[in-house]
Every structure is written in structure tokens, then in C-alpha cells.
């Protein structure tokens, strides 16, 4: 599909909310903004084009967008930094798409109540730029930290690489303003006080509006939690010879009860062997290195000092080796520079081919770790032997609670895949694959995903069994407040709550 579908009567109207100016028909603004990071069945891009793109400034043009989309019955989906990982702002029926990333302002800082109010279009690396000179940050620190936008993290309920000290998006994220699919504009939160943290009045509407994957409506400011800059940060990377023992070490480094504790990751051997190879942010570790225990504190430096002391103590004692200065302190600083590195990978039979890559990212218990790691490398070792245009880049663990970092991981295997290759047979190959990924992690008692989202082909076939009765009420709540189905319809099987009489698109 290289023509628009929507009639000109509509684009006129589109216009007339937000201007000419703000509004795209051509094939390159709409193909672009069907793509996501995310392997992608290119040879069937034509397939999840949008028919229009437009780019509000205001929750009043949203609202505007919103209620057209209505009265004509048109899919519309969210869109912000569009680096999401479950096709998330992928317009799986075309429609419009809501590019929100012009509504970047920040409109309050409150340095008194600690809260800074932005708009939905703001990056993490810019806001805290701008806070830095105030002595605060917002703590939200994704490895996707410079290009994925305020909006998307609400949209996903978004994962912090420091999250096991400050938190992860839907603790730091307070309150915000949103469009409903109707087209009302209303404000979530802990109760109703933009800036109260802890409240008891009626349902606990944030935590239903965030993580819904632009299915419930859109968020059109939020207002963010602010913490003291970290006055110290300590890194310590431990090197192990098997697998099993650097497990049994990340497990004694999550349970040591420091609160100064930010993230322990634990890289297996495929993950050490894809480095290595492919990440030139890597900086190189002697070959007996087998697994990798990296962990990290921030917070005053009285506190974080004598608590490094004892993360080294444990480390040691558990049989890690200390990797150094450069590499702790440099290997984690260079947390939000491998954006690139999945943009090519190199296979055993070739030398450098464009790739894109993708990651299953599972929660999933300490003790189920190893039995899971096992299943999950068989499986796709499997669909490398099938299809060559795979690759196995190699797992991490990732303590995943906030504040209580020690019973669930999250958990992810990233596959490089030769994009352009794909065809058909592989595609299925694929989300047949993602799918069983899908099915170990439900056996073994944990989630599909713990940040991304389920939403892709395979594994969101598993989500009604993963939340049982709870996929039930899902499918309730959306045909209550989606009447017409236009919110980014297609998305986690809600489009079959609409099929026993209701409206469908
Ligand atoms: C290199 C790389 C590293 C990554 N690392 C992490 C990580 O450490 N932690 C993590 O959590 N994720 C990570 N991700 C995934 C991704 O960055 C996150 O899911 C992020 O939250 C998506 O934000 P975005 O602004 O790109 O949103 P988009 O991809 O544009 O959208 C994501 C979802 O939110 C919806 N949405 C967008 N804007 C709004 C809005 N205003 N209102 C309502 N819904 C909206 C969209 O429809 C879509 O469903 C990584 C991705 C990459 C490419």
C-alpha cells in the first residue's frame, strides 16, 4: 500500500485541528513511522503502514484527533520515541498515527514537592540535562535512556537499568493527564492530587493506564518523581569460570539487603562470546571468562562506600574475580551506547550482514534461572540449525523488583536476525519460536515479559494464559472505555472482546 485510504474529507479534518503543517500523507513520513526496532517481517512492511500521521501539540488537539477518529471509525495509535520492542506503536490496521514527540516541553519544575511536569515528548537524557543544575534527576534509566520518550514509557510500564534503588517507570511516573479513547481528557493517579504519592481514595487508575501499549488512550503530560543526584556511584564487574557459580553469586550480591543497591546482571557465555565478537563498546575480558556478575550502587557517597566494601566481600567470597577499575567503571558507563550494535551482526558463514535484533524479556525466579537458561538456548540453537539467517547473542539476568531486588529476574535472550532475509517460512519459524519461548517462561511460574510487553505475534497467543480470569476483566475494560475499538486496535487479542456483538472496525 504506497496511497493514503483515508479520504480527503478526513485529511481535511485532521488539518483543521492541527494544521497543514502537522499532518503527513506522503509514503516516507507513513512507512517510517511503521517501524520499530524489532525484527520485522520487512517483506510484508506494506502490510502495518498508516494511512496518516499527525503530530499534536496539545492535549486539546489530541482529544480533537481522537473524537474524529470516533465518528469515523478509524484506528489511532500512539507513537513516541518508537523504539518499543513488542510492535507496539506498530498501526497493525493503518489509521493514524499520534506522533507525540513534539509535545517535549517541560512545564513545571517543583523543586519544593520534589515533581517536574512534562509533556509526553521528552527524553529521559534531555530532561535530566535540564535537571542536572537543580542537583536532582528523574531516575527512569532504560538502556534505550537517550531516545525513548516519556510517553513510551508509560505506554510500556517501562523497566530501569538502576531500578532496584529508585524504582522503575510506574513508581517514578506520579500522575499524568491522558485522552481517553472517547476523546475526554482525565487525570490519573494515586488519588487525585497531581503530586501525591500514596493515597487510598477509589481504584488505583495509574497503574491500569500504564503498560496498555497505546490501547487505552493517550498520555498527554505526566508528572515525574525527583530524586537527590547521586553524589557517588560504584561498579563492580566479577568474572566466573561456569555458569553455576556466578548464578549462586548474582543471588547472594541481590539478597545482601544494601539499600544503595541499584541492578546485579548476570551475562552467560553466549552473551560474553557476542561481545566479544560484535559490541565495540565492549571492553575485552580475558578468554577463561566464562560468566559475568556486574552490580551497581548509587546514592550519598557515606552510604555507598562502606556498602562497596561489602559487595566486594560477597563477590569474592562467592567465587567471582574482580575484573578491575576500566572494566567495571567503563563497561558500565557505556550502559546506553549499544544502540547500534544490533544494527548488524556477523554470522559464522559471513563476514558483517545488517541485522536487527530481538529479545524475549521474561520475569522469571532466581531459582528457575539456570533450568530456563537451558530450554531457551535449545530452542533457538534449534531455529538456527533450521534457518541460518538466526543468531544467538546470548542471555542476561537483570534483578527486576524495585526495592526488593531478589526474587525475580528479568530475563532475556537477544536473537539477531538477518532481516532482509526473511520470508515466510522463517517469519513463522520465528514467532512459532518467540511463542515457545513464551511457554517455558510460563512454566517455570513466570511472565512472558517483563518490560517490553507481550503484544507480539507467538507469545501473545500464551497471554490468556498467563493471566487466566484477569484476561477476562482485560477484554471488559476496553470494550467499556474503547467503545468503537479505535484505540491501537489489534494489540494483545482485545479485538476479540468486540466479536460477540459489539463494534469492530
Ligand atoms: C537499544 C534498546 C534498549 C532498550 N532498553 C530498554 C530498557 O532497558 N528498559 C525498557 O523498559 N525498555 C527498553 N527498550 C525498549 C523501549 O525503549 C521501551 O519499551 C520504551 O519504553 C519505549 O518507549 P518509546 O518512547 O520508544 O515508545 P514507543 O515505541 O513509541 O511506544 C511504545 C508503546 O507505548 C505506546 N505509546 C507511545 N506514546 C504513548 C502515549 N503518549 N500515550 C499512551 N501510549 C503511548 C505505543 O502505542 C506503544 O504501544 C529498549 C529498546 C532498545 C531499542
Redo the contacts with the bound molecule.
Keep these: 500500500m504506497t496511497s493514503v485510504m483515508l479520504s480527503d474529507p478526513v485529511v481535511e479534518e485532521l488539518v483543521s485541528i492541527v494544521g497543514r503543517d502537522r499532518v503527513f500523507t506522503d509514503p516516507a513520513a507513513r512507512f517510517n513511522r511503521a517501524r520499530?526496532?524489532a525484527p520485522f517481517p520487512v517483506h510484508r512492511w506494506a502490510e502495518h503502514v498508516p494511512d496518516a500521521v499527525v503530530l499534536p501539540v496539545s492535549a486539546q488537539e489530541v482529544s480533537e484527533v481522537v473524537k474524529l477518529a470516533n465518528r469515523h471509525r478509524i484506528p489511532v495509535?500512539?507513537?513516541?520515541?518508537?523504539?518499543?520492542?513488542t510492535d507496539?506503536?506498530v498501526p497493525l490496521q493503518h489509521g493514524i498515527v499520534v506522533d507525540?514527540k513534539l509535545m517535549n516541553k517541560v512545564f513545571e519544575l517543583d523543586l519544593e514537592d520534589r515533581t517536574v511536569t512534562v509533556g509526553?515528548g521528552i527524553n529521559m537524557m534531555k530532561l535530566n540535562e535540564e535537571l542536572r543544575k537543580h542537583d536532582v534527576i528523574y531516575p527512569d534509566d532504560?538502556?534505550?535512556y537517550p531516545?525513548?520518550?516519556v510517553?513510551?514509557?508509560?505506554?510500556?510500564s517501562?523497566?530501569?537499568?538502576i531500578g532496584g534503588r529508585y524504582g522503575h517507570t510506574r513508581d517514578l511516573v506520579i500522575s499524568f493527564e491522558?485522552v481517553l479513547p472517547t476523546g475526554d481528557i482525565v487525570r490519573v493517579g494515586d488519588g487525585g492530587g497531581k503530586k501525591v504519592r500514596k493515597s487510598s481514595s477509589g481504584y488505583q487508575l495509574k497503574h491500569l493506564f500504564m503498560g496498555h501499549?497505546?490501547t487505552l488512550?493517550?498520555?498527554?503530560e505526566a508528572t515525574l518523581e525527583l530524586v537527590p543526584r547521586p553524589e557517588a556511584e560504584f561498579a563492580a564487574f566479577f568474572s566466573y569460570e561456569d555458569y553455576e557459580s556466578a548464578w549462586r553469586s548474582t543471588g547472594a550480591l541481590a539478597r545482601s539487603g544494601l539499600a544503595t543497591l541499584a541492578g546485579v546482571v548476570l551475562f552467560d557465555e553466549w552473551k560474553i562470546r557476542y561481545l566479544r565478537r560484535d559490541d565495540e563498546a565492549y571492553i575485552p575480558q580475558p578468554d577463561s571468562v566464562k560468566a559475568v556478575v556486574a552490580v551497581a550502587m548509587y546514592g550519598v557517597a557515606d552510604e555507598v562506600r562502606p556498602a562497596a566494601k561489602r559487595i566486594m566481600r560477597i563477590g569474592k567470597e562467592s567465587g567471582g574475580s574482580y575484573l578491575g577499575d576500566e572494566i567495571s567503571q567503563g563497561d558500565w558507563a557505556s550502559r546506553h551506547d549499544?544502540?547500534a550494535t544490533?544494527l548488524h551482526g556477523r554470522l559464522p558463514d559471513r563476514q558483517v550482514a545488517p541485522m536487527s535484533w530481538h529479545c524475549e524479556d521474561a520475569s522469571i525466579n532466581w531459582s528457575q534461572l539456570p533450568k530456563v537458561r537451558e530450554k531457551w538456548h535449545a530452542l533457538v540453537s534449534d531455529l538456527i540449525e533450521r534457518h541460518p539467517i538466526f543468531d544467538d547473542w546470548g542471555m542476561f539476568a537483570y534483578t527486576n523488583g524495585a526495592y526488593k531486588p531478589w526474587g525475580d529476574y528479568l530475563t532475556e535472550i537477544d536473537v539477531g536476525i538477518w532481516e532482509q532475509e526473511l520470508d515466510d517460512e522463517s517469519w513463522e519459524a520465528w514467532v512459532n519460536c518467540k511463542r515457545d519461548i513464551a511457554a517455558v517462561s510460563l512454566e517455570h511460574g513466570g511472565s512472558i515479559s517483563a518490560?517490553?510487553?507481550s503484544c507480539r505475534a507467538g507469545e501473545v497467543d500464551l497471554v490468556p494464559e498467563e493471566l487466566g480470569g484477569g484476561f477476562e476483566v482485560m477484554k471488559k475494560i476496553k470494550k467499556a472505555l474503547d467503545p468503537n475499538n479505535i484505540m491501537?486496535p489489534g494489540k494483545y487479542l482485545l479485538d476479540s472482546a468486540y466479536e460477540d456483538g459489539g463494534e469492530t472496525l
Aim: proline fraction near 11%; hydrophobic fraction near 30%; aromatic fraction near 4%.
Design positions: 520499530v526496532p495509535v500512539p507513537r513516541a520515541g518508537g523504539t518499543g520492542l507496539g506503536a507525540v509526553p532504560p538502556a534505550s531516545c525513548s520518550l510517553g513510551g514509557r508509560i505506554g510500556t517501562g523497566w530501569s537499568l491522558m501499549q497505546g488512550g493517550i498520555v498527554t549499544r544502540y544490533p518490560c517490553h510487553g491501537n
